[in-house]
């Protein structure tokens, strides 16, 4: 009888797939790569796509590592070359992929995984001595906690496609391995082909070898139940193998080892007790494993025919949906973000949810402590309707921090989205004790000074731009970009050297010039006049600012020029004196380029590029380093949120407090943004850069405070891209600031002004003109718009420098920086450069007309310089048809001056002496002056002033001795 030869091994232990992996791709790039498209020779599989040519190249490969390997290197724009398995990649099988890489300072590769549309599944980006950066289909680039390595090593990830992740891996030459943690990947079919490619900006270069990926053979069952995990099957007089399971089991995978048979059936019974044929006519392959995938089928018993001896039996439930795919799922239906980056002022933090479908979705929204993950409000229910929801948080409650927003589908897969609340407090600030205004100046862009005030409005000034180069036209590569480095009068004329640089901000390009226009009309400027660097020597002022307190922050050398770099320890260091302290980025641009510079050899650190230290140069030969970790890393980071260290190349500066005991840092951070409220087309279009203000006593411990937070006066997707700080002449410690405010969804960079009373809490004029706002396109001021710390006053004017100025949008310095050559910016190559940013989408694009004059506009685009025209301390004003304020008592004998206009026939402004309740005297004013006597013997003791104003502006008041 032939059930008498069916043997059926049993396992009662956990059950593994023991079978090799199979090599789908390997280059080792000992051949030849001749034509570009033949298969792989002896050493490698696959084929590679892409000619040898200056970008891509064999070498011998170095540091110690034998053989032939491929050099990449960035010449003029961006190149990449593919590579791709002979075979189609097996769908549902887990994989891994290893690249070996030799990076020196400096160097930078990257490679991708992509499907068959050129999407991308994962890849990971390599700035050596960086953090490792991994790509993922929510956040694109973002930072993993891997750093890496200078000199060989190799990048290895398994993906594990159920699960729908990647976990990256870093081994050293000497074998020592450091695995990161899982990222998501995109579910968009399976790889087609990895692509390697240079990283901006030219001479960048990085040595690629080794390269192999591999699937598993069967397909992927890790995490998913085996439901026959301890069964014992039942041999029928057949021969038939019966399978009695515990529950009615979705199923769809049988595994099993050491089979013997031919024509091998099984079949399943449903609930209704029906049999269903889920797998037939299958065969054992070469390692008599019998693995077959079927069509989910809820079964109850399972009878197996056609086979002489099988090993331990595995039916593997269908892979169910994680935690991650279900939010995946829920994120195709609803999108949504909070409106605005960062909370404050406003009542609510309104979180916009838009559902796609055409039903409604219910949903708990709930409030969490992002540290702790304390719930902090009671949970909201709520139904999403079709289109846009608003769900809102009230913050009266919340003190400063971060909040997770978690929104959860209260029925399905229960899938959701987690959103960040950025939350800081901000109160007025008010004037508590007696300021001593002697030889000091009464501004008004806030309340501060006030102790009543009636129908008085607080303004801020627009300026007036003038254009200094007056190119519209890109005419040089050489002399491309222009900044303005020197501002002075001389003989009823305004003068201007400026410099020029190539667009690789190579300094062996930089030139200066010279040209000059009547004070009386600075539309007529001369013809540049290249001159020598001496030129600049006193020239450079700066009117608009004072300092108090200095700052001993520089390296000091010993007389041998040396300079000890070590970490902090307390015991020996004692105290730190922030006045000696230096917050100091490490560039990333390299050396002979305009900002950058050699990586700095410290003791026991070695700094990445891109990285913010806090350095107290405390003697002669000696600097300590305050931390093991760096303040700041530019990059974002992985996982739903950015972390705190996240920060952007935007800087506004450091200073010391009015004591000098706080030294304060301002500089971008990022955090991170989800639809709708990114910007798809901008190069960061998941983040956003938010100055941010960092103080510390300490160089330790740090208080953060975002300044000049977008408002909802602004578009969705308005951030930063830094600000000119400094501390107002005369000012009594007030601080302004022109902040650049990106307004990415329209690709606009205009200049807002901003004022704080103790540096960390910044005001802004919501509701008002920006300062300089950009001009249409086309013009020499569409893009880009930037102040420059000179100024100088003539004649009751103030003149600032304007010194990034020009008609290039935002997103279009992606492929004008670092290009020897501009012909090859065509409709079609930006096309595929911008392919799947929807650059249709940006709301300027229908005025282009299309791609053909988008590329023709970057072919002409250029940077100028300019100059903006403002009166004389009059930044800010307090304004009224009819109104009055009155002043804190205030100190400040001598001499009262009024900054100050009227209009119309009855426009005047009454200013007031008070003392203890009795007017000492009144002084009328009508017309426009910024210097106009109002009393000239002030009183010793403190007094007030009461300004009335009808049809009037006050800019200041002036105390004079």
């Known amino acids: ?72 290197t960035r010449v003029d724009g961006h190149q990449s070359a593919q590579f791709r398995g002979v075979a189609p990649f097996p769908k549902g099988h887990n994989y891994t992929l290893g690249v070996s890489f030799y990076l020196e300072v400096d160097d930078k590769s990257y490679f991708l995984l992509l499907n068959e549309a050129q999407e991308r599944i994962s890849g990971f980006n390599l700035d050596a001595g960086n953090d490792l950066c991994i790509w993922t289909e929510d956040n694109g680039w973002g930072k993993t906690e891997l750093k890496v390595p200078i000199g060989w090593f190799r990048l290895e990830a398994d993906f594990d496609v159920i699960q729908k992740i990647c976990t ?22 399976v790889p087609v082909c990895i692509s390697v490619g240079n990283i901006w900006p030219a001479g960048t270069k990085g040595i690629v070898d080794d390269i192999a990926m591999a699937y598993e053979p069967y397909s992927a069952v890790k995490g998913r139940s085996n439901v026959a995990a301890g069964i014992t099957p039942v041999i029928q007089e057949d021969g038939v193998v019966m399978m009695e399971l515990a529950k009615l089991s979705e199923i769809s995978t049988i595994h099993a080892e050491r089979v013997r048979g031919s024509m091998i059936a099984v079949e399943g019974s449903n609930a209704m007790g029906q049999w269903q044929t889920l797998v037939q006519n299958a065969l054992p392959d070469a390692n008599n494993v019998l693995h077959c995938d079927f069509e989910p089928e809820r079964v109850s018993r399972v009878r197996i025919s056609g086979v002489e001896s099988m090993g331990a039996i595995a039916l ?51 409030l969490f402590e992002r540290t702790s993950g304390q719930q902090v409000q009671p949970p909201q229910e709520a139904v999403l309707r079709p289109g846009e929801n608003v769900i809102n948080f009230p913050l009266a409650e919340l003190v400063d921090g971060e909040y997770v927003a978690e929104v959860r ?29 002697r030889n000091k100046k009464l501004f008004f862009p806030d309340e501060y000074y006030f102790q009543q005030s009636r129908n008085i409005a607080l303004r801020a ?23 303005g480095c020197a501002l002075y009068a001389e003989d009823g004329r305004l003068h201007v050297i ?122 002669p030969g000696l600097s300590l380093i305050m931390g093991k970790e760096p303040l700041l890393n530019d990059g974002l980071s992985g996982g739903d949120f950015e972390d705190p260290k996240d920060s952007n190349d935007n800087f506004a500066g450091q200073w010391l407090s009015d004591d000098g005991k706080t030294l304060f840092y301002a500089r971008g951070h990022i955090v991170k943004r989800y639809p709708p409220y990114n910007v798809p087309y901008d190069n960061g279009f998941n983040s956003s850069r938010l100055l ?28 930063h891209y830094g600000a000119m700080l400094w501390r107002m002449r005369g000012g009594d410690g007030l601080r302004a600031a022109m902040v650049m405010k990106y307004m990415a969804r329209e690709q606009r960079i205009g200049l807002e002004l901003s004022v704080s009373r103790d540096n960390l809490h910044w005001k802004t004029f919501p509701g008002q003109p920006l300062f300089v706002d950009n001009t249409p396109k086309g013009t020499w001021l569409a893009g880009y718009v930037s102040a420059s710390p000179y100024s100088i006053t003539v004649d009751g004017k103030t003149f600032v420098m304007m010194g990034w100025n020009g008609t290039p949008y935002h997103i279009f310095a992606e492929v004008i920086w670092g290009r020897e050559d501009f012909s090859s910016i065509t409709p079609q190559f930006l096309k595929n450069f911008f392919s799947g940013r929807q650059v249709e989408t940006w709301p300027l694009f229908k005025q282009f007309n299309g791609w053909d004059e988008i590329a023709a506009y970057i072919r002409n685009t250029c940077i100028n310089v300019g100059v903006m025209e403002i009166r004389e301390d009059g930044l800010f004003y307090a304004e009224s048809v009819d109104g009055d304020f009155t002043t804190v008592p205030v100190h400040g004998a001598g001499r009262l001056v009024l900054n ?62």
Request: hydrophobic share 35%; charged share 25%; proline share 6%.
């Open 498 to 619: 400026y410099h020029t640089m190539d667009n690789f901000f190579r300094t062996d390009s930089e030139k200066f010039y010279h040209t000059s226009a009547p004070l009386d009309n600075l539309e007529e400027w001369s013809a540049p006049e290249q001159v020598e660097v001496s030129a600049l020597k006193g020239r450079t002022q700066n009117v608009l600012s004072e300092n108090v307190i200095s700052a001993d922050n520089y390296p000091k050398p010993r007389p041998d020029g040396k300079i000890r770099t070590r970490l902090y320890d307390p015991e020996i260091d004692g105290t730190p004196n922030v006045r000696q302290m230096e917050i100091k980025y490490i560039p990333w641009m390299v050396a002979g380029t305009s900002g950058g510079g050699d990586v700095p050899d410290w003791e026991g650190i070695t700094p990445p590029r891109r990285s913010t230290w806090v350095l107290w140069h405390k003697e």
């Open 316 to 366: 593997y439930e269908i892979a169910r949906i994680n935690s991650h795919e279900a939010d995946n799922i829920f994120q195709e239906k609803v999108s949504g973000e909070f409106y605005l980056p960062m909370y404050s002022e406003e009542s609510c933090g309104d979180l916009h949810l838009f559902n796609s479908t055409g039903e409604p979705i219910a949903v708990t929204a709930t």
């Open 1 to 72: 009888m032939r059930n008498l030869f069916i043997t059926v091994i049993l396992f009662l232990v956990a059950f593994s797939l023991s079978a090799a992996n199979i090599t789908w791709f390997r280059q080792d790039f000992e051949s030849p790569l001749l034509d570009g498209h033949g298969k792989g020779q002896s050493n490698a599989t696959g084929a590679w796509v892409g000619l040898e040519v200056a970008e891509m190249q064999r070498v011998s490969s170095p540091g110690g590592h034998s053989g032939i390997s491929l050099l990449v």
């Open 409 to 437: 589908q209260r029925d399905g897969d229960h899938g959701g989205l987690k959103r960040l609340l950025r939350f800081q407090t901000w109160k007025e600030p008010k004037c508590t004790a007696v300021p001593d205004m």
């Open 168 to 189: 990256p891996c870093i081994v050293l030459p000497d074998g020592t391995r450091r695995e990161g943690r899982p990222w998501p990947i995109t579910a968009k079919g």
């Open 900 to 961: 100050g206009e009227t209009s119309g026939e009855y426009g005047r402004i009454t200013v007031e002496l008070l003392q203890n309740g009795r007017t000492l005297g009144t002084a009328l004013f009508s017309g426009d002056k910024v210097n106009h006597a109002l009393f000239d013997n002030l009183p010793e003791s403190d007094y007030q002033l009461r300004v009335h104003l009808k049809d009037a502006k006050v800019y200041c008041f002036a105390f004079q001795k």
């Open 461 to 483: 000034a627009v300026a007036k731009p003038h254009n200094v180069t007056r190119r519209i036209q890109m005419t040089d590569l050489k002399s491309f970009f222009q900044s």
């Open 692 to 719: 941010t203000i960092f103080a510390t006593q300490d160089g330790i411990h740090f208080t953060r405070k975002t300044m000049a937070r977008p408002t909802h006066d602004f578009p969705p997707g308005t951030q």
